[in-house]
């Protein structure tokens, strides 16, 4: 079975957090894992989807939607949900790792869901702060400050999780 790894983040998003959200992607695809990510053609989203799909990687969208509309052109994989926000559980549930990039409230809910439910995260450039502090004091959180940072947190993680 292949890794899938979540990215979750802002679908309104400046220049630098969409090209690190780009290089995310291609970074994903160089490992050969799956990225999953909200499915929408918009900021975090697109732009980590299309590294990955530039680099040969595999693409799923969990989109809000019924209709296929808003898809990102690089999701492979779209899934209609019709969920609304709700899918953000599928989106978290579906994934290893979660890596969170700068966003507002549903990424923050995507973080936090992806917590309580055992997941472990990686932010890049997006600090959770005190309200979170149980997570990171648990090591489930973890910050980093660029996508690949991100990326051999993420393998750490997963070595020591296949070493259990």
Same mark, same amino acid.
């Given at each position: 079975?292949? &890794? ?6 802002? @679908? ?5 957090? &969409?090209? $690190? %959200? ?7 695809? @160089?490992?050969?894992?799956?990225? !999953?990510?909200?499915?929408?053609? %918009? ?9 990955? *799909?530039? *680099? ?5 969208? !969990?989109?809000? +939607?019924?209709?296929? +509309?808003? /898809?990102?052109? +690089? ?5 209609? &949900? @019709?969920?609304?926000? =709700? ?6 549930? *579906?994934?290893? =790792?979660?890596? $969170?990039?700068?966003?507002? %409230?549903?990424?923050? *809910?995507? /973080? ?8 472990? /995260?990686?932010? /890049? ?20 400050? &660029?996508?690949?940072?991100?990326? %051999? ?12």
């Amino acid at each position: 079975m292949r &890794t899938i790894i979540g990215v979750m983040g802002g @679908g309104t998003a400046d220049a630098r957090t &969409t090209e $690190a %959200a780009y290089r995310l992607g291609t970074l994903i695809a @160089g490992e050969g894992w799956v990225l !999953i990510n909200g499915g929408r053609d %918009a900021g975090v989203m697109a732009a980590s989807a299309a590294g990955a *799909s530039e *680099s040969g990687g595999l693409t799923i969208g !969990i989109l809000p +939607d019924d209709h296929l +509309d808003n /898809v990102a052109p +690089d999701i492979d994989i779209p899934i209609l &949900t @019709g969920l609304g926000d =709700a899918r953000n559980v599928v989106n978290v549930l *579906s994934g290893r =790792a979660v890596i $969170a990039m700068r966003g507002g %409230a549903g990424t923050i *809910s995507e /973080v936090a869901h992806a917590l309580k439910s055992g997941r472990k /995260v990686v932010t /890049v450039d997006f600090h959770m702060g005190v309200a979170f502090k149980p997570y990171y004091d648990a090591g489930t959180l973890i910050d980093a400050e &660029t996508p690949e940072e991100a990326v %051999a947190q993420v393998k750490r993680l997963l070595a020591e999780e296949n070493a259990r």
